[in-house]
Nanobody, 124 residues
């Protein structure tokens, strides 16, 4: 089992920045691909970004490319999401997710473990 706990959400004005963190515990964290998803009110869960187990490979959704940066610290069992130039359309609950594998998959069904989510609200 892998337990994931997100933190760092909040309210920010458009153009501002937030940094989300995901703390993992349980099995060998370094063996898991980590991802961030988000869900806006009334919409389905949307892929944001994934990072390989070693951190060398990342894959971003077009909507966040160039504004968001994912990183992981295997020694500390954490994954972070730096979000810059935030837009009102980035408002959503953000979820950290993990699965045991090697591909940077975008569909939520492949991810086995999920955090409880953290709210990000961007005001215009």
């Amino acid at each position: 089992q892998v337990q994931l706990v997100e933190s760092g959400g909040g309210l920010v004005q458009a153009g501002g920045s937030l940094r989300l963190s995901c703390a993992a515990s349980g099995r060998t964290f370094s063996s898991y691909v980590m991802g961030w998803f988000r869900q806006a009110p009334g919409k389905g869960r949307e892929f944001v970004v994934a990072i390989s187990w070693g951190g060398a490979s990342t894959y971003y959704a077009d909507s966040v490319k160039g504004r968001f940066t994912i990183s992981r610290d295997t020694a500390k069992n954490t994954v972070s999401l730096q979000m810059n130039s935030l837009k009102p359309e980035d408002t959503a609950v953000y979820y950290c997710a993990a699965y045991y594998g090697t591909g940077l998959l975008v569909h939520e069904n492949y991810y086995d473990y999920w955090g409880q989510g953290t709210q990000v609200t961007v005001s215009s």
